[in-house]
């Protein structure tokens, strides 16, 4: 059986941790070559080691996200080599936590240079490439970007960026067959939200108020980006996929399912 990105080549940033790295090893899973971006080069190495050691192919390109010039080397070096660019995912984020009355000029901005305006440079230069044969771009929002959160103004407010720019994008590459989809997690067990949740009992607090009463892992949004990546995606375009376990669908009226005993 043909694997789903059998010969496809993508570029993933933020690839040395969390989603981006299961994104990359669930890539590789399904034949695809993986380009490895990211701001450290260990992490990245690390995961390309994993990634070969399955019988995978992986590249490591070090890269500020945030840098324009160097984001569009990357990309044009990609098609340069393999000859081709077939799906781009804008994994990268910033995230400077303050509440709205706290955040200095410098903080409001510094939620944007990664998460919406890197994905903006991303989809800016990759577009025409992909455009050769057709492909997919995968924009990473978040839950932020949908709900109010305290302390996350920026990052939220950027982070409905990245979905409000992924509905134009697959508008203007429609007729080119580039697809454009956003993934929009909610809490997921990265690196960042460890450090956030650093303990089992905090992280069982959140879990609670979770439907599915659990959070999430890596590998279930990298799930769902390969499924938007892979061809069984093919008529799908402009949506953003939520993958929260049903936090943003509920509203929470404070009763019980007891209350609403239809015997």
Known sequence: MAKRLENKVA?????????????ALRFAEEGAVVVLCGRRQEPLQSVA???????????VVPLD?????????????????????????????????????????????????????????GIRAAMPLIARQGGVIVNISSVCGQLGAPFTAGYGAAKAGVLSLTRTAALEGASDNVRVNAVVPGV???????????TEEAQRATAAGVPLRRLGDPRDVANT???????????????????????????????????????
């Open 11 to 23: 570029l993933i940033t933020g690839a040395g941790s969390g989603i981006g790295a299961a994104t």
């Open 49 to 59: 080691e994993a990634i070969r050691a399955a019988g995978g192919r992986a590249e």
């Open 65 to 121: 996200a945030a840098d324009e010039v160097a984001f569009a080397k990357a990309l044009n070096a990609a098609v340069e080599k393999h000859g081709r660019l077939d799906i781009l995912v804008n994994n990268a984020y910033s995230m400077v936590g303050a509440s709205i009355v706290d955040s200095s000029t410098a903080d409001w901005r510094a939620n944007f240079t990664v998460s919406l305006d890197a994905t903006f440079f």
């Open 188 to 198: 997921v067990l990265t690196p960042g939200a460890e450090a956030a949740l650093p």
């Open 225 to 263: 980006i390969l499924f938007l990546a892979s061809d069984e995606a093919s008529y799908i375009t402009g949506v953003a996929l939520n993958v929260d376990g049903g936090k943003t669908c509920e509203l929470s009226t404070g009763a019980s399912m007891d209350a609403f005993d239809a015997t």
